[in-house]
C-alpha cells in the first residue's frame, strides 16, 4: 500500500515551493503557516516572508511589527509572533536537538520540521493524516517522502466531508470515510467569531486605518484578547502594534 501511496504522490503532487527545499527556516515558516491555512493561499505569503526574512537572524532582529506587517492577511496572527520569538531562539542558539521546544512548535511542527529537514524518521500527524491513517488502517515506517504523500493524500483525495476514494492509492481495503455521512456539527459564520474581530484590528493597524466597527463590547473583547497575546499594545489611549514607532 505504501508503494502505491508513493506512486500516487509523484504522480499527482502539487508543486509547492517548500517541497523544494530543505532548509529548516523555510520548512518552519511553511509549517507555521500551513498551521490551519490551506497550502494554495500559503504560497504567496511564504514567499514574500522569506525573501524579507530570509533566515531566522534576519527575523529576529526586526521588530515584531514589521513581522505583524508581513504576515498580515495570513490571519491568526499569534503564529507570527511566535515565529518571531523562535527566530531569536535559533538566532542566539542554533537549532534545538527538541525542536517541539521552540515557541509555537508543538508535537505535529515539530515532527514536520524534523522529517522535512533533518531527514529524521518521525511521522508528521495532522488532522489530515490521522484521518487517512485512521480510515485506511495504513501503518507505515515514515520517510519525508511518504510524510508529504499522506498530507497530500488528506489534503486533496482523503478530505473530510468529501471524499474522493475512486481517485484513492489505499481504497483498496479501506473501510472508507464512516463520518463522513453523517455532515459532523455546523461551524458558525466567520463574521460571527471573534477570531475575524481580532483579525480585522490587526489588519487595520497594520493598515494604518480606523478600528472595525463592530460594537463596543466584541471590540473591548477583542482588544483585551490582543493585548493579553501580546499582539497590541496599549498606552493613554493610543493602541498599537508591539515595538511599532510609527503609530
Ligand atoms: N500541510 C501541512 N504541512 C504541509 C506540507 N508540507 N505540504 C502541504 N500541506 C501541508
Given at each position: 500500500m505504501t508503494a502505491s501511496l508513493l506512486r500516487w504522490y509523484e504522480r499527482e503532487a502539487r508543486e509547492l515551493?517548500?517541497?523544494?527545499?530543505?532548509d529548516p527556516w523555510a520548512i518552519l515558516v511553511s509549517e507555521v503557516m500551513l498551521q490551519q491555512t490551506q497550502a494554495a493561499r500559503v504560497v504567496p505569503y511564504y514567499e514574500r516572508f522569506l525573501a524579507r526574512f530570509p533566515d531566522p537572524a534576519a527575523c529576529a532582529e526586526a521588530p515584531v511589527a514589521d513581522v505583524l506587517r508581513t504576515w498580515s492577511g495570513l490571519g491568526y496572527n499569534r503564529r507570527a509572533l511566535a515565529l518571531h520569538r523562535a527566530a531569536g531562539v535559533v538566532a542566539r542558539e542554533g537549532w534545538p536537538d527538541d525542536l517541539a521546544s521552540l515557541p509555537g512548535v508543538g508535537p505535529y511542527t515539530a515532527a514536520a520540521v524534523a522529517s522535512f529537514a533533518f531527514g529524521a524518521a518521525v511521522l508528521a500527524v495532522d488532522v489530515n493524516v490521522r484521518r487517512v491513517l485512521a480510515r485506511s488502517g495504513l501503518e507505515v515506517e515514515p520517510t519525508p517522502q511518504l510524510n508529504q504523500a499522506l498530507m497530500e493524500l488528506g489534503a486533496t483525495?482523503?478530505?473530510?466531508?468529501?471524499?474522493r476514494c475512486s481517485a484513492c492509492?489505499?481504497?483498496?481495503?479501506c473501510d472508507g470515510?464512516?463520518?463522513?455521512?453523517?455532515?459532523g456539527p455546523g461551524r458558525p459564520r466567520f463574521?460571527?467569531?471573534a477570531r475575524y474581530v481580532r483579525g480585522r484590528v490587526v489588519a487595520a493597524l497594520v493598515a494604518g486605518e480606523a478600528l472595525p466597527e463592530v460594537g463596543p463590547e466584541r471590540l473591548a473583547r477583542a482588544l483585551d484578547g490582543l493585548e493579553r497575546d501580546g499582539l497590541i499594545e496599549r498606552s493613554e489611549g493610543r493602541i498599537r502594534l508591539p515595538g511599532d514607532t510609527l503609530g
Open positions: 515551493p517548500w517541497r523544494r527545499t530543505r483525495v482523503c478530505t473530510a466531508r468529501a471524499p492509492p489505499l481504497a483498496d481495503g470515510p464512516e463520518e463522513a455521512a453523517q455532515g463574521e460571527d467569531t
